[in-house]
């Protein structure tokens, strides 16, 4: 399967201000998606990003909160926009349809 | 709504002994089944899929799984696990209906020495 470079592999920020975490795919791949795993949890689907449209968000999630790049088939970005305490988490891309394989995540502290 | 149930949220287990980790899922159509398991401070790794075919799929490190339909079951065995299996594991399943994969609550499993 195909590798993702996700960075940054960690950060710590602080509560008000944004975070972009880049997803790169060594091949092309139609779709690529995001996810949060917050702590002791699973993992919950963020949103689907499609290249050439707009991302679908699931419930619970806005693109004012969390926008999304997806600018061609192998890079995807993910803004953690006005940070809150509640928004520490691992955040991972993950790119497939049929099956996902994985960056290896991005662990994130708000203070 | 598509859904995963794991029935285990904590295992322990003594080295050698044999796992069963169950799962189950709700979706009625065609469906692609994963097991993924996750080392303390690592990433997500794909154990073994499902797709088609022989329904008792065999991954790696010595784990399987058997994918029983009517049952909507796809649980995950080991005969004897070692100390290095130490971790979290989750199963997912993928529909083209969804066209999304959707994880399960995952299972810790620790296994002392």
């Known amino acids: 399967s195909a590798v993702i470079s996700q960075k940054p592999s960690r950060d710590i920020c602080q509560r008000g201000t944004s975070l972009t975490i880049q997803c790169q795919v060594d091949s092309q791949v139609t779709m690529m998606f995001w996810y949060r795993q917050q702590p002791g949890q699973s993992l919950t689907l963020i949103a689907t990003a499609n290249q050439g449209s707009e991302a679908t968000y699931e419930s619970g999630f806005v693109i004012d909160k969390f926008p999304i790049s997806r600018p061609n088939l192998t890079f995807s970005t993910l803004t953690v926009s006005n940070m809150s305490p509640e928004d520490s988490s691992i955040y991972l891309c993950?790119?497939?349809?049929?099956?996902?394989?994985f960056g290896q995540g991005t662990r994130l502290t708000v203070v | 709504a598509q859904s995963v149930s794991q029935h285990n949220h904590h295992v322990i287990l003594s080295e050698a002994a044999s796992l069963e980790l169950g799962c189950n899922y709700s979706y009625g159509g065609t469906v692609n089944l994963f097991w993924y398991v996750q080392y303390p401070g690592q990433h997500l790794q794909l154990l073994l899929k499902?797709?088609?075919?022989?329904?008792l799929v065999k991954g790696i490190k010595g784990f399987e799984a058997e994918f029983i339909k009517s049952k909507f079951s796809f649980n995950l065995r080991k005969p004897s696990v070692q100390w290095s299996d130490t971790a979290e594991y989750f199963c997912a399943v993928y529909s083209g209906g969804y066209q999304k994969v959707t994880f399960g609550t995952g299972t810790k499993l620790q296994v002392i020495p």
């Open positions: 499902y797709f088609s075919g022989d329904p």
């Open positions: 993950s790119g497939g349809g049929t099956e996902a394989f």
